[in-house]
Structure formats: structure tokens, C-alpha cells
């Protein structure tokens, strides 16, 4: 038994968007200090990462940990249907998800069927990352652009003084260069040069769901998965994606 | 022998964009008091009953009343050519419909070929409505948005204190309940509760010409097709729809 | 050897832009004067000669006069990427273009190989045209719209007093007459009355990177080739199209 309330439906859609974006099922946790879930993508070389703390909802009443695998492009579906000033309630009937959009003289209720999620992830990579980088969102989404011309991969170099982007293909070459200078590069260091090459796609997802303004957090370590986080107001994406390794 | 004058093309547009939405093909019966034009979709389960009072127009001269079919969807391509401060003149000529254009310093004239329209049809539906339901345009859109996600198919029911809309699928239910407050719901009258399910394609395209802030109306009777009509400027627009028998 | 250097990467991207329309592939001649191109598209039956001054450049090094072959579509995307506020740089590097966008705390390179060029052309084609049309830019390009709507083809009669379009197909007819009356007809001069017909999707192709509030100058003699060309800046586009015989 669980009742959620959140004033603002709209700001539930984004954060659903940006596990919708990787991944197509998955479980809520529900808990008395929020609501987490963990996922592998289906192809097994990424994961997401989510948290929202109960003090983002008006009301969070849960009577005991829950559990509620769902479609989750199909709650993102339903979701993206909220309109302007709708509050959002969420809450467990006869073994269905109900959400229920409250607008002025209006209810709007959907139920969605809960459902066995295949792959559970617990935990994790475990990695000790040696470079960490914080770039504003609109220039990585940007930078990822640049590369897409040109090849499927993009490496990514962290080192003391600038953080380096490659791509290679049939049509030509990109080299990019960022001096940690506030306006892309928010931060920069780097304990040890990191490299890793990873593809485009997965990053492109992991970043799109980025509110505008917000910066996203990149951990490196030569060779190793990236961990890439952003905040979505109080909630907080985090992405794992594995390295691609040129053969 | 017909002239006829509107000093704003671009509304002309808007009425037979009204009548493409749904069928392809019709006849305009043009007579001293203005253009009505009647027609079925190509499947037989939705009609389309337009009519437009010569005060519309700037200038109306019908010798006598002249029945003129068209191929609708060219019509409605070439009517989609108009330019802001077009002045539209339809005459025929040489066994065509003539329409031309008419801005500064430029004239422009299409002519289409007359068509024998298949299936002409002479009378709406006579049904004894039970309730008549009057709804903003832009939030009936929405609602059948809403719908799409789950299913093909809507149901609507218009009982004395409010007015349900329900859609069931495999990936979830929908139910709105909408109460008569004036903002979505204009007004709300039944004498009997009536209830019926309706083709989402088909109301999609009935609605979609309804100018933004125009009602429409609809007047429903249990398992029976169901009447959407609204005004667009002078001009009326009403659609019939059989309704979906669930088996 | 050169080095060329422009304050708006921007503006080259437009430029590359109206050559990319027609053709894929071409060879830029880069004197001391300027940068010429001159190429065929793929069938044969049109051609652009574009120019554009040095002084369009804020650093225009050439040894000597060198001509580089490139895939223009290539080239397209890469320039696409151009942000805001960015400086280009365009150098020889190793047999390749080296295309260096600088903007603050970033330098971002694109290396792009360099290609022989199948067909190069040197010589735009000898018409002694009849009469000249400059037409607005954004009434052209609704113009060849209202001809698409009826055929794949459109014919312009530049007379004395007139510049009319036709087209015709089996949905209808269309004629437009345009008056030179300053707002879509500039200027018109017709020595002797010409009239040629041709394919819309190459005027399509050859009008659309007009800048916005740009004419376009035309010129025509019966049942020869048109020029078609306009500013973009300080750079000059020229289109040649053959004329289209109906059989």
C-alpha cells in the first residue's frame, strides 16, 4: 500500500524520460526515504541509475518497502500526457499501478498493469575512476552532435589541463579541444590521464533528458565504463555505459 | 453560371479543410442561399454535412442552383496555396472549377476538372438524441489523445452531473471524469444517460479543423452514431459517426 | 599552401550550402581574387559557378593558385556544426582540409580528405538570353509551391508587360500572371518575349539558400538553359538548368 502526491505531474514525466531513454522495463523501489531503481538496458552494455527522495512528493505514504515493475515506456507514455497545473497521484489498485491527474473539474485516472522485470540489477560498477569532468549540458549534447558526423564512437580524454574529444571515420576527423574555462567546462581533474572510447548512441540518450542549464558529472578511468549523473530537481540520474574497445 | 467573392481566401481553405479531414471526393450544391455539401468517407460509417450562407461571401451570383463535384483533396491542396491578403474568386468555366487568386499585382488561377462524385448522399441521420454535451476544442483533442495511447477506440457518457470518457488496451485503462465547470465541459444536458464507443482515426479528423477557441457539440444516444458539429466563421461543419459495437 | 581565416563560420556554412543543393562533389579553385567553384550535378543537365571575393575573409593566405577536390556533402555536414560566434580557419594539412572552429576555451578541428573530382567543368554555358526577371526570393520559392501542387514541371513566359507561370497536370491547370509592380516582380526586361519550361525539383534545390529578403536575378531565352543567381553576402551563386522539351 502506497499513496504518492506531487503537485506538479509535469516534473514526475521528466524524470520517467530520463530512465525511458535507455531502458524499457524496469522495478520502483519504493521506500520511506524515496524511490530508487536500477537497470540494465537490454542489450546489457549500460545501466541506469535513478533516486527521487520522498521530500520531492507532497504527500509519501508507504506502508512498507514496495517493489512495482512496470513498462516503463509505457508509464513515459502516459505520463507525457499531463497537462499544465495537473497534480499527480500515484498509488497501488488490485494490482495495477493508478495515476490519477487531477486538473480543475477534471480526473483523469490510468492503470497500468505491474509486470516481472526480467533482468534486476543490485549494484553498481564498482570502478576507481582517476578523472572526473563536469560539463554543461546543452555544449555535451553538442560535442556528442560533432562527433555523430563522422563516426559511431567518440573518445573521450581527461588530462591536467584539457579535456579532449576524437572521432574517426571514412569521411574525415574530429579533434576537439576544451580548456576548463566555466562557460563548457566546468570543472576538470584529473588525478591520472583517462581514455576511453564509448558509443554514440547509449551517450546520446544518457544526456538528452539533461534539464536545460544543468551540468552533467563524467567519472573516467582508462578503458572503463564512464559514469555519467545529472540532477533532475531533487532527483538524481545516474548512467553507466561500458567502453567500446577497438579491435 | 456561378461568381463567387471572398475577400479572405485562407477561410475558404479553412472550411474544405474541414471536409478533407474525412472524405475525398463530394459536391458542392450551390444555391441563393449559400454552399452545402453532403457526403460519406470512403467506408461508409461517417458522414460529413457542411454548410456555408452566401453572407459569407463578398460577392454570390448563382443563376440557378448548380451542383458541382470535386475531387476534394486537390481542392483542399490548392486551396492550401492561398497567400495572406488573397482575394479568392470561384467561377466555372469550360466545365471547370476556376479559382483564382488575387493579390497585389499578382493573379493566380487554378483550374481543377469536375468529377462524377460515386456516392452522393441526400439526408443526415435521424436519431432522437438523449444528451448533447458542449466541450472547448483544444481540451477534446487532448482527450482523445489520451485515449490513443491505450486504445482505437473511446466510449463516451454523458450522464446528468458529468461526462466519462473510458479506453481499454493491453498496456493499460483510461478513465476521465469531467464535470461540467465551464472550462472543458460548456454545458452538459441528459435527459437519459447515454453511452457509446467511437473509432478514435475517424473523431481525430473531426475535430481537427475546429478553430482554436470554438466549441463543439455533441449529441450522443446510447449505441447510436453519434452528431460533432462546430462553426468555423459563418460556415457550420457536422460529422456523423456510427458507433464501435464491441463483440 | 594557404591559410584562409572568417570571422562567422556561419557564413560559410550558408555558402557551402547553396552549392551542396545541387551537387556532391566539386573542386574549389582558391586564387589570389578569391574562391571559385564550377561543377555539374550528378545527371548532367544543371551546373553552379560560385564565387566568392577574398575581402569576404579576414585572412586570406594562397602561395599559389591550388585546387582541392572535396565531397561538398561532407563538407556540408561538417560546417553545419558551426556554433555561434565561432571563428573558421581552413588550411591544407597533409593532403587533407583541415576545417578549425575557435571559440572561447575550445578549438575544434575536422580533417576532410581530399578527392578527385569526376567531372570538372570549366565553362558556363554561352545563351544570349532575351529577357531578365529579378523576382523577391520568398515569392519564388511559392511559386515553384503552387506549381508542384499540379506537375513536376513549370513554365516561365517573361513578355513585356508580364512574367507568367504555368503548369500543368492531370488534378488541374494553373496560370499566374505577375505584374512588375515592385513586391514579387523587381525588375523584368524582355528584348523578345521567351518561354522555357523545367524541372521544379531542381529550381527547388537552386533557390532555396536565397538569403531571406534576397531577389533572385533570372534570365531566359525560349527553349535554352535559365541562370538563375543571387548574393549570399559578398559570394555570388549562379545556377544554369536546360530546359525541359515535352515530347
Known sequence: ??????????????????????????????????????????????????????????????????????????????LSRARDDEVLVMKDADSKLLI????????????????????????????????????????????????NLISSYISFKAAKDNFTITAHGDSGELEEVHEPDGTVIKKLEAQKAADATFNLEYLENMVKSCPIGNSISMSLRTNEPIKLSYNIGDATITYYLAPYMES
Chains 1, 2, 3 share one sequence.
Open 100 to 147: 490519477e491527474f487531477i486538473g480543475k473539474g477534471v480526473r483523469r485516472r490510468y492503470k497500468l498493469p505491474l509486470i516481472d522485470v526480467r533482468k534486476n540489477v543490485e549494484k553498481e560498477p564498482n570502478v576507481q575512476f582517476d578523472a572526473s569532468v563536469e560539463v554543461a549540458g546543452e555544449p555535451l549534447k553538442e560535442i556528442i552532435k560533432d562527433a
Open 1 to 78: 500500500m502506497f499513496e504518492l502526491k506531487m503537485d506538479n505531474a509535469k516534473y514526475w514525466r521528466d524524470c520517467v524520460e530520463s530512465i525511458v531513454s535507455l531502458i524499457d522495463e524496469g522495478s520502483f523501489n519504493i521506500a520511506k526515504d524515496g524511490i530508487s531503481l536500477k537497470a540494465m538496458d537490454p542489450s546489457g552494455i549500460s545501466m541506469v541509475s535513478f533516486f527521487i527522495p520522498s521530500k520531492a512528493f507532497s504527500k509519501f505514504e508507504v506502508e512498507k518497502p514496495t517493489s512495482i515493475g512496470l513498462n516503463i515506456e509505457n508509464l513515459g507514455k502516459v
